[in-house]
């Protein structure tokens, strides 16, 4: 979801079966005094499968401030396009939109940019793939070994992927399917990050894969999006009591 200036924005979808992505333009407000957001899918701007029909979601998302996020998290409802709340009412869901918080000495910004991380594997990788990196998500683990599962959520569509943690590649030129292809690694840093490079969009673009990371106590997924100009990321820290 992109929340922008004057109560406008758009959010993106993938679909699990065969209707591949869409973009919707929404409407939002926001509620100062309860720290709530309230937001509207209006219409479809683009899709990738004409005949496929989506759900127009609505719903209350709360914020919050943590340590290493800003977050909005609340319950959505929705009806199918076409008809109405009564005759063709979705599922209801969750749905949860988080932004990084890094440490003031992690980060660089250029004027008139947001603040992201100064990591050496970072702008190595940004150097020499000529792509920017978004960090998506922020991840908080209590051991140092995990295990990373990666696999395509939505729909197969050929994605070609490599996997890499702190510069170092884990997974090279794997073909995402619905079958999650797992790597135990080490996590040799207090920050560390998981960088998803495509290696191509397959049919729909982007490349959109499922990622989970386990440290034995709890398994946790993230959903993140690569194409030939920006890679998305996981910033992985471990878990410390202050």
């Known amino acids: 979801m992109n929340f922008e200036a004057g109560g406008t924005g758009t959010s993106q979808i993938t679909s699990d079966g065969e209707g591949g992505n869409a973009t919707h333009r929404l409407r939002w407000t926001f509620d100062e005094a309860e720290q709530r957001l309230d937001f509207e899918e209006t219409d479809i701007l683009e899709e990738s499968v004409p005949s496929w029909r989506w759900c127009m979601k609505s719903g209350s998302l709360f914020y919050q401030k943590e340590k290493n996020r800003r977050s909005l998290a609340g319950n959505w409802q929705g009806y199918i396009e076409g008809l109405t709340p ?22 660089v910004a250029k004027a008139g940019e947001p603040a992201k991380p100064a990591q050496v594997e970072i702008k190595a990788y940004e150097t020499k793939t000529k792509r920017d990196v978004d960090v998506e998500r922020v991840l908080e683990v209590k051991s140092k070994t995990v295990r990373i599962r990666v696999w395509d959520n939505g729909t197969v569509d050929g994605d070609v992927l490599s996997l890499f943690l702190n510069g170092e590649q884990i997974v090279k030129n ?6 999650k ?30 990622v989970s990371v386990d440290d034995g106590f709890q398994e946790q997924v993230v959903i993140i999006s690569s194409n030939l100009d920006k890679s998305g990321a996981i910033m992985i820290r471990e878990f410390t009591v202050k």
């Open 86 to 107: 009564k005759t063709g009412a979705c599922a209801p869901g969750k749905l949860y939109v988080e932004q990084p918080i890094f440490d003031q000495d992690e980060t």
């Open 174 to 179: 794997y073909r995402v399917t619905r079958q």
């Open 181 to 210: 292809h797992e790597t135990i690694v080490k996590l040799d840093k207090p920050t560390n990050f998981i960088i998803l490079h495509a290696l191509n969009v397959g049919s729909i673009s982007p490349n959109t894969v499922a």
